[in-house]
């Protein structure tokens, strides 16, 4: 009798692992976790030149055109090239003016301003973008529900971790604890990117640990910058440092992250 208890427990003790294991793998599931990188404004040669760096690291991206007149055939080229390797291309406004001082005037007047034209010049190069970045992040309810009713998908804000205001920084966030800049895949149609720019401020250190912590939370993080640099900005330029884009690819790869582009984040079930 005895020996019998013995082999129960003993069978209980397997069933017991068994499932605290799958639940441990459960809680540790990261099959979805990734990154979503998006590029503003026009900066359609130098985004280019990024091409073989980003074939190196199998990454996909978006780029986000503002199209205030029609596109050259060398940046449709480009475009057409950059969107058969799986990057996305979005649509950045026309005039990249203020939508929610626009908006006051009618959703009409919003629309011929600020959408019309600029989506004629890319449906004309071949274009049909289904995402758009809110140019300068600025936007509200009756902005999104125009832009929700002309068919995009997601509508991308900014979120910034370091404000400077003459000199003097206002706040710091540590790119962890932002919980908003992270995809949770749930079809959210609103969202917010984190400025990657120089002068963002971000080092290596929080840019990886923002990397695990979308590994960990089975999440994307979305990150955007403008002009890829190659140094320091001078005269008036705005945009990252190419090796920091760089680190940034390497360190998803070694983490495992998918790369997302915008729109896939709003179809991913
Ligand atoms: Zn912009």
Redesign the pocket.
């Known amino acids: 009798m005895m020996k019998y208890f013995r082999i129960g427990y003993i069978l209980g003790c397997v069933l017991l692992f068994c499932v605290v294991t799958s639940c441990q793998q459960k809680a540790g599931n990261s099959e979805k976790a990734g990154v979503a990188i998006s590029f ?2 026009r900066f359609i040669d130098e985004w280019y030149a990024l091409r073989p760096m980003f074939q190196k690291y199998n990454a996909k991206v978006t780029f ?1 055109i ?1 199209c205030g007149d029609s596109l050259k055939q060398e940046e449709i080229r480009k475009l057409k090239e950059l969107q058969d390797d799986g990057h996305e291309i979005g649509f ?1 406004g026309t005039i ?1 003016g203020k939508s929610t001082e626009m908006i006051t005037l009618g959703a009409e007047q919003y629309t011929q301003m600020e959408l019309s034209p600029g989506l004629g010049f890319m449906h004309a190069a071949g274009f049909q973008p289904t995402s758009y ?1 809110h ?2 992040g600025n936007h509200n309810e009756q902005v999104d529900a125009v832009l929700h009713a002309k068919g995009f998908k997601i509508l991308r804000d900014v979120a910034i971790s370091r404000r400077v205001f003459m000199g003097i920084p206002l706040y710091v966030l540590a790119p962890r604890i932002m919980n908003w800049i992270y995809y949770k895949f749930d079809q959210q149609s609103i969202v917010d990117a984190l400025l990657i720019d120089q002068d963002s401020g971000i080092t290596d250190a929080e840019m990886k640990d923002a990397l695990v912590k979308a590994k960990e939370t089975n999440t994307a993080l979305m990150l955007f910058g ?1 002009e890829p640099l190659y140094a320091k900005p001078v005269n008036g330029e705005y945009g990252f440092n190419v090796s920091f884009l760089e680190t940034i690819l390497k360190e998803a790869r070694e983490q495992n992250l998918r790369f997302y582009t915008m729109t896939e984040l709003v179809e991913t079930k």
Do not use: I, L
């Open positions: 503003d404004d986000y503002t950045h990249h970045a140019p300068g403008h």
